[in-house]
């Protein structure tokens, strides 16, 4: 169908009395607009986003995606002070979540019938196997046993598994990464099928682990239709366990809850009555099954309606428009148009259903946050956000049915102002994707270490968030690089607070002053152009820079206040800092300070600990000196439990001190002392004396960036212990040889059937044939000779013989 020609533009831009604030990328007119809320006063923000199809955990790129609409909802809301009304929905009906419920339900069942593997279950999983094979992996032959599969395989996608596209030619794309998949699916199922023991529980255990994703499409086929429709449970309880999986992801995330959560489940009867008004409204029709499409060529047919506005050019693509209806969703004969899409379906044996004027059916996938969005947030919305990949079908969608819905006289209704779309997270040119099965799941990244709720979203924060991020070495490092750099200002001012600054000349803080302005403008227009995360992250780091290149004495601690409270406000905005307010007037981020029960003790011993140091390396450290030093800082007799393992610290080192003075201990010794305490004592607790050139050693938490250098350093050590044992071995056992060899007379060494005659000294005369050693020869072997002889001679001497 062709695209009618335009009477009007496809989308008005608000309008307002007030000038705006900032601008931002709307995907509806693929350019940045001004922000301008419906409401006159600027006070709601009316948001709806599109949220988690609820059949499997999250993935890196759904931490990509809802990370980064965290980040746009809380610099809206406490950057530029928007109050917003945050809508989610949760997608716990649709054919996905159908199909993986009915399949995990059956495999279950299966599982619990046959908790031994008997031929029958040998059977049905040849079968499986066969039947995914001959779908998934067509250039194989279709009776290919378990036994032949990784052989052939390996001939037919040979393009494909050495990382090429499949005719060998190009780069890989999606589509060979879902080979990749299919091939590795049913590799799986090929290797149990072939494994010897199959006796254990184990082994039955092991058995359906590698056989599992082919079995569940397969007993699906066979008994799908089976699934009672009344029965929701069937699907709920895949649905609540993963949404309840998805809610502990994001929160470990430090995602904001949404301020209403909407469930498919819970609006049966709001999305038939959506689905009524747009039939009403004559934009949609019903078919003999007792489903209900929506008719996009009488849409179009009302001036200032338009189809496909975000994606026109994909209007016709038919994968898309079938991914849009579903696996579960037959090609009707008895739509208008090829791109018509379900308002409503009829449900089909095994699949839920709900009651309708048009017989029991289930929603479409674009109907249900229309509905929603809808019910909760009214007739228009500010904002409406998701992943790139929804733009088409499912928004353009979402789109055309609630403008439909909420008006059909001339003119239209504009039902979205701005749409944001977050990029996609890419590995090795794919995206992340659940059909593919080439993702990492939040938890697993998160447990495992590779990320932390704060790393990853200075990731993403690095990249603009409407752009794909494809994380390599390089942006890990520029992640890593940046979270150091402000971790490590943060130390320097909690320093400054606990040592502050009274004989500061303030000859710096006019600069710095002018520099901190200076900054705060750049950020601002930054944020205010479509929230530049990158540029904003970058003033940050530059603003640091400056302050650790000015000279710390000639600046008023007032100043550096100031700067710090401002940075720690901007990334708390940002979700760096926990559940952290933004506007609360302390210093830095968690993971800076040490244990406040620490903080006396550890102190006291850091202060004792600068002084014992500065004396001794002066050469004055005397009893009376020593004795003043210690005479500060009294540990009391009892204390908390949590406070014990610090307090000990602070007095095992005055007693060593004490000790060392008795004996009248070198100044070394002193010195040393207060390196173990440094590396050894407050390093076990968790804590690190960073020394520092003509000033007191800074008191830091021990963090990772910390144990990474010292285990270099450790390895680096190490590696040269080792180098040098190795020599010291090598040359133990040269002497050793040396020393054997030297036992042996030169008058003997040549003594063997490679001669036959030889004169008074040993030296060969003549070779084992009879004939004359040549003379050339005679004078290499008189070399080895003499040698051999000073070997030997040397030898005898040390054994005592003349």
Known sequence: MATPARTQPPWKEPQSTVPAKLKVWNSLTRTKNDFIPIDPEAKEVKWYNCGPTVYDDAHLGHARN???????????????????????????????????????????????????????????????????????LPLLSPDVKPEDFNKESAEKYAAVISGKSLDGTGSPTDKEAKIKMHLKTAGSAATVLLAPSKSTEADVQEFYAGAEDVLLPYLDSLHGSSIDAEDHTVFTKLTQKYEARFNE??????????????????????IVTFVEKIVENNYGYKTSDGSIYFDIDSFEKTPGNHYARLEPWNRNDKDLQADGEGALTKKSTEKRGDADFALWKSSKPGEPAWKSPWGPGRPGWHIECSAMAGDVLGAQLDIHSGGIDLCFPHHDNELAQSEAHFSHSAGGHQWVNYFLHMGHLSISGSKMSKSLKNFTTIREALARGDWTARSLRIIFLLGGWHDGVEITDDLRKAGSSFESYVTNFFYKVRDIEQHPNTNSSGKEDEKMTKLFEASKEKLHNALADSFDTPTALRTISALITEFNSTDKSALSDTVVFDIARWITRIVRIFGLDGSADPNETTIGWSGIDIPTEAKPFVYAVARERDEVRQYAISGNLSDEVLSSIISKDKPAQQQDAAAIPYAEVLSTFQENLKSLAEKKAPAKEFLALCDALRDTHLWDLGIYLEDRENSHAMVRPVDAELRAARDQKEAIARQKREAKEKRDKEEAEKKAKLAEQAKLSHKEMFKTEEYSQWDDDGMPTKDAKGEDVPKSRTKKLRKDWERQRKLHEEYLKGVGQA
């Open 249 to 270: 992801d994001m929160r470990n995330l430090n995602v904001l809850d949404p301020d209403v959560v909407t469930r498919v489940t819970e609006y049966g009867p709001q």
């Open 66 to 136: 809802y990370v980064t609409i965290d980040v746009l909802r809380r610099i809206l809301a406490g950057y530029f002070g928007y109050n917003i009304k945050f809508v989610q929905n949760v997608t716990d009906v649709d054919d996905k979540i159908i199909l993986r419920g009915r399949q995990q339900h059956l495999l279950a069942n299966f599982k619990a019938e046959n908790p031994e593997l008997t031929a029958e279950v040998m059977i049905t999983t040849v079968r499986a196997f066969d039947a995914y094979v001959k779908k998934n």
